[in-house]
């Protein structure tokens, strides 16, 4: 069965610091990757997705992936955090025999002034 | 930019009665999305839904559960007899098209709280 993973539950990091947030994914086929943020009050907002190519992905907010299929693994970065990016990420999965995304469990991101 | 809202932000309600949760889509989105999320665990995926029908359910989206879109914006959430374990926050989604790798846009999600 489909699994993402996300390691770590929370995460605190100083501001300037570079982030890096880890996802596995278990998975037969190539899959569709996602990151999601939830900021307090706020709805899902897409990151940054993945659907094939080049392995890099650029988001919004400054932040990038790497898909490495080797390590079943999609993780987030970002190489300054911001107090603003306080929130909490989501990694997802899709592909192509299903509509729906299976989440992983989030990182709470917090931030240090 | 166009946004999924949802409404109530907050819903209590007790034991066994019926709750709807609404949403309303992105206006040029045909196909809606239902995921639930209990307090400290993931988020789940219940129903999607397109033409008027269900494309796809899980295993939680039981009998107790409907949805429907009543009219040409709003996209509805139907919990029958509520349980306590039916305290979630729930999301409501849509996408333009109905592949796995498509964005789903999601809204900010209704608390449910069943006491």
Redesign the interface.
Known sequence: AQSVTQPDIHITVSEGASLELRCNYSYGATPYLFWYVQSPGQGLQLLLKYFSGDTLVQGIKGFEAEFKRSQSSFNLRKPSVHWSDAAEYFCAVGHSGTYKYIFGTGTRLKVLA | EP??TQTPSHQVTQMGQEVILRCVPISNHL?F?W?RQILG?????LV?FYNNEI??K?EIFDDQFSVERPDGSNFTLKIRSTKLEDSAMY?C?SSER????????????TRLTVL
């Open positions: 946004e999924v196909y999305y995921y665990q993931k988020v789940e995926f999607s494309s796809e899980s999301f989604a109905q592949w796995g790798g498509d964005t789903q846009y999601f809204g900010p999600g």
